[in-house]
């Protein structure tokens, strides 16, 4: 069956760096929407960045746009959350997740997630 297994959280300093992992396995990913999502305390889960894993085109939330890089290493089969000058607002837990095709930014849409990973950025 399909996992998607994150890792890579913890606490940092607002201005500070984390990468996130997202190893994915039980299928081919080919056509699909790689994605990270977030929800912090008594908010919705929102987009944060996505990328196709045939094209590698990617996809990022105003919010992150900038600051943020996703990327993929096909022969390992996982995508990367470079997350840079971090503010205390990116505090959340990050959801890894695949479905097939478009659109990339609707949670709802999606067919397989992750755990989740602590994401705290003090301020």
């Known amino acids: 069956q399909v996992q998607l297994v994150e890792s890579g959280g913890g606490l940092v300093e607002a201005g500070g760096s984390l990468r996130l992992s997202c190893a994915a396995s039980g299928r081919s990913f080919s056509g699909y929407a790689m994605t990270w999502f977030r929800q912090a305390p008594g908010k919705e889960r929102e987009f944060v960045a996505g990328t196709m894993w045939s094209s590698g085109k990617t996809y990022y939330a105003d919010s992150v746009e900038g600051r943020f890089t996703n990327s993929r290493d096909n022969a390992k089969n996982t995508i990367y959350l470079q997350m840079n000058s971090l503010k205390a607002e990116d505090t959340a837990v990050y959801y890894c997740?695949?479905?097939?095709?478009?659109?990339?930014?609707?949670?709802?849409?999606?067919?397989?997630w992750g755990q989740g990973t602590q994401v705290t950025v003090t301020s």
């Open positions: 997740a695949a479905r097939s095709g478009l659109p990339i930014d609707q949670p709802g849409s999606y067919d397989y």
